[in-house]
């Protein structure tokens, strides 16, 4: 007999694994419910003066090979990305008032306001140090009579009053609890003709993929080179294709996609939606965390891996076989 097979390992299995997934389970319900601590938490997480930039690296869309398949999937040009094909889109007059939620260091408010047709934009978000980054660099590119920032929590305060044509939100809306109030105060702000634009991971909540999605991302995992799985903070091979513990994510930040998996009904419940684009990211978001910093961009052999990964990606979504877990969607005033 195999000795995972035998009573004793099993039960030694069981005896260990339950405190830990006890103590996730009490971490992630902690987070759930939210409140100023949690709050604080997250803005802690978010502020650029203690985020680390090594974390860069890490991201699974640091490699322009898969930066540009994002690209594709939203435009159908690789060097066309959602924002520019958004406005192109949706900019149709001169004038433009625009709103920039969750702006950050302030990158999609400066990209916007260098259209024409775009006459002021406001940036908020809810760090502090944060804004303060985004309105230097605003003041730095001669911006700043053009754009403004204010910090501003979404997830309880109102939005700038405005009567905005364009709101756009980038990777911001995963971090909201109160999803049908704010989706009302965006609606609120909105002119009768206005857009909200967001690109949203809107996948399981707290990256908790079935026992299906992680079968077909441990298969992409196990097929890749062990130089490709190296991890490379630990030194250690990754060994499974999902490798974010819910409990752990929710200790450090208690915001992070709390309800992503609600974003989609949310809107559709409370705007008119008017397009809705599947953005990927469904598989190569979990496996190529952390190990994207295997992958050298204008190597040959590491940039043809990634375009199987983001090829089989594809296959995968437009068939239906899984759900795109990013969306890109515009929506209008009911």
Same mark, same amino acid.
């Not at 971490?27 to 974390?55: H, Y």
């Not at 634009?197 to 299906?212: K, N």
């Not at 974003?263 to 409370?270: C, G, K, N, Q």
């Given at each position: 007999?195999?000795?995972?097979?035998?009573?004793?390992?099993?039960?030694?299995?069981?005896?260990?694994?339950?405190?830990?997934?006890?103590?996730?389970?009490?971490?992630?319900?902690?987070?759930?419910?939210?409140?100023?601590?949690?709050?604080?938490?997250?803005?802690?997480?978010?502020?650029?003066?203690?985020?680390?930039?090594?974390?860069?690296?890490?991201?699974?869309?640091?490699?322009?090979?898969?930066?540009?398949?994002?690209?594709?999937?939203?435009?159908?040009?690789?060097?066309?990305?959602?924002?520019?094909?958004?406005?192109?889109?949706?900019?149709?007059?001169?004038?433009?008032?625009?709103?920039?939620?969750?702006?950050?260091?302030?990158?999609?408010?400066?990209?916007?306001? !260098? =259209?024409?047709?775009?006459?002021?934009?406001?940036?908020?978000?809810?760090?502090?140090?944060?804004?303060?980054?985004?309105?230097?660099?605003?003041?730095?590119?001669?911006?700043?009579?053009?754009?403004?920032?204010?910090?501003?929590?979404?997830?309880? !305060?109102?939005?700038?009053?405005?009567?905005?044509?364009?709101?756009?939100?980038?990777?911001?809306?995963?971090?909201?609890?109160?999803?049908?109030?704010?989706?009302?105060?965006?609606?609120?702000?909105?002119? @009768?003709?206005?857009?909200?634009?967001?690109?949203?991971?809107?996948? @399981?909540?707290?990256?908790?993929?079935?026992?299906?999605?992680?079968?077909?991302?441990?298969?992409?995992?196990?097929?890749?080179?062990?130089?490709?799985?190296?991890? @490379?903070?630990?030194?250690?091979?990754?060994?499974?294709?999902?490798?974010?513990?819910?409990?752990?994510?929710?200790?450090?930040?208690?915001?992070?996609?709390?309800?992503?998996?609600?974003?989609?009904?949310?809107?559709?419940?409370?705007?008119?939606?008017? !397009?809705?684009?599947?953005?990927?990211? #469904?598989?190569?978001?979990?496996?190529?965390?952390?190990?994207?910093?295997?992958?050298?961009?204008? =190597?040959?052999?590491? !940039?043809?891996?990634?375009?199987?990964?983001?090829?089989?990606?594809?296959?995968?979504?437009?068939?239906?076989?899984?759900? #795109?877990?990013?969306?890109?969607?515009?929506?209008?005033?009911?």
């Amino acid at each position: 007999m195999n000795a995972k097979d035998s009573l004793a390992f099993r039960a030694g299995w069981f005896l260990r694994s339950r405190p830990i997934l006890l103590r996730r389970w009490l971490r992630v319900k902690l987070a759930d419910w939210g409140g100023p601590a949690s709050a604080r938490k997250a803005r802690e997480q978010w502020d650029p003066d203690a985020f680390p930039s090594a974390m860069s690296d890490f991201f699974w869309t640091r490699s322009r090979v898969v930066r540009e398949y994002l690209h594709e999937m939203a435009s159908g040009d690789p060097r066309c990305d959602w924002v520019t094909w958004m406005t192109h889109r949706y900019a149709l007059k001169s004038g433009l008032r625009v709103l920039v939620l969750g702006c950050g260091d302030g990158w999609l408010e400066r990209a916007v306001a !260098e =259209n024409d047709r775009v006459e002021s934009v406001v940036g908020v978000d809810f760090s502090p140090q944060a804004i303060a980054r985004a309105s230097e660099s605003t003041a730095r590119a001669g911006l700043a009579r053009k754009v403004s920032h204010q910090v501003v929590d979404l997830d309880r !305060e109102a939005l700038p009053a405005g009567g905005y044509d364009l709101v756009f939100a980038h990777d911001v809306i995963h971090h909201l609890r109160n999803l049908d109030s704010f989706f009302d105060r965006v609606s609120k702000e909105l002119a @009768p003709s206005g857009v909200l634009l967001f690109c949203e991971y809107v996948g @399981p909540d707290r990256f908790q993929y079935g026992r299906e999605r992680r079968g077909i991302i441990d298969e992409f995992l196990r097929a890749l080179p062990e130089k490709y799985r190296r991890l @490379p903070r630990t030194g250690g091979v990754a060994t499974e294709g999902v490798r974010t513990d819910p409990g752990e994510l929710a200790r450090r930040d208690p915001s992070e996609a709390v309800r992503s998996s609600e974003i989609l009904p949310a809107v559709r419940r409370r705007l008119k939606v008017l !397009e809705e684009i599947p953005y990927g990211g #469904s598989i190569l978001n979990p496996l190529l965390h952390e190990i994207i910093a295997n992958f050298e961009d204008g =190597n040959d052999a590491d !940039e043809a891996i990634l375009r199987q990964l983001c090829a089989a990606e594809k296959v995968l979504i437009r068939t239906g076989a899984i759900p #795109s877990d990013y969306m890109i969607v515009a929506a209008g005033r009911k």
